[in-house]
C-alpha cells in the first residue's frame, strides 16, 4: 500500500483581488521507503503542495477540490486537532533556513526535548534527554552531549540543518517533507545533508517527498522525480527520465 495519495488536489488563495490558483488538480502517490523529488522554479507551487498535505496553509488558502489519503485513510477533511495528531506522529517537515527555524533563545537540546515530549508524553525527564542525545548523534553531531546544550549560535548552518532534522525525526515520521533542505548551504554542506537524507530513509525506512529547483540534488537522492510549473504537476516518473525530460525542453 502507498503511504501517501494525493488524488486531483487544487488549492487556492483568496485575496481582496481575487482568487490565485497555487495548485492544480496534483495527483500522485508516495510508496514507503520512497525518495520524490518535487523540481520547478520558484512559485510554481511545490512548497503550497506539500504544505497543504500537512494543513499548514494560512487562512486565505482553501482545500478546493481532491483528495489526501495516509496509509489508506482520508485525512482531507481532518481537524486541526486531529491533523496536530498525525503531524507529532506520521509527518514531519524541514524547512529551507535552519536559523529561522530555530528558536535562538533556547538550546538546541531544549527544542530536541519539547519535541520528543509532544511525541512520548509518557517519557521521564531523563529519558527524554537520553532521547535528544541518541537523534544528535543519528543525525551526525559529534560530542552530542555537549553540544545540546548550546544554542543556534554555536552551530554553522550544515549542523543547523542537522539539529533541525534531530526535531524533524523526533515523531518517527512515516514521511518527511523537506522544503529546499539546502538552499542556504555550500556546495559541501549540501552533499553532506543529501547524504544524510539517504542515510537516514536506509537506517528508519521513513519515505521522503523534497522539494528543489535544482536538478543536481534530484540527481543525488531521487528513486522517482516530479516536474512543476504554473501549479500544475505534469510530469511525474523514474528519476532518468525526467532528466531526459529536461534536457530535452531545456527545463
Excluded at 520512497?34 to 511545490?46: A, F, N, Q, W, Y
Amino acid at each position: 500500500m502507498d503511504v501517501l495519495t494525493v488524488k486531483d488536489l487544487s488549492v487556492s488563495f483568496y485575496r481582496e483581488s481575487g482568487e490565485i490558483e497555487a495548485v492544480k488538480h496534483v495527483s500522485f502517490s508516495l510508496r514507503p521507503g520512497e525518495i520524490l523529488v518535487i523540481m520547478g522554479d520558484t512559485g510554481c507551487g511545490k512548497s503550497v503542495l506539500c504544505k497543504s498535505i500537512v494543513k499548514l496553509l494560512p487562512d486565505i488558502a482553501k482545500i478546493k477540490t481532491g483528495q489526501i489519503l495516509f496509509q489508506g485513510k482520508e485525512i482531507t477533511g481532518y481537524s486541526e486537532k486531529e491533523m496536530q495528531k498525525l503531524r507529532g506522529a506520521s509527518f514531519s517537515m524541514i524547512f529551507q533556513n535552519p536559523m529561522t527555524a530555530l528558536n535562538p533563545c533556547m538550546s538546541v537540546g531544549a527544542q530536541i526535548a519539547e519535541a520528543v515530549r509532544l511525541r512520548s508524553p509518557e517519557l521521564s525527564r531523563r529519558e527524554r534527554w537520553d532521547r535528544v542525545i541518541e537523534l544528535l548523534e543519528l543525525v551526525g553531531i559529534d560530542r552530542a552531549k555537549e553540544r545540546a546544550g548550546q544554542y543556534p549560535f554555536h552551530f554553522s548552518g550544515g549542523m543547523a540543518q542537522r539539529c533541525v532534522i534531530a526535531i524533524a525525526l523526533a515523531a518517527d515520521p512515516a514521511v518527511l517533507f523537506a522544503d529546499e533542505p539546502t538552499t542556504s548551504l555550500d556546495e559541501g554542506m549540501q552533499e553532506q545533508i543529501l547524504a544524510l537524507l539517504l542515510e537516514l530513509r536506509e537506517k528508519l525506512g521513513m519515505a521522503v517527498i523534497l522539494i528543489t529547483h535544482n536538478p543536481k540534488v534530484a540527481a543525488r537522492v531521487a528513486d522517482r522525480a516530479a516536474l512543476m510549473r504554473d501549479g500544475e504537476l505534469y510530469r511525474i516518473g523514474d528519476t532518468e527520465e525526467i532528466f531526459e525530460e529536461i534536457i530535452y525542453n531545456n527545463y
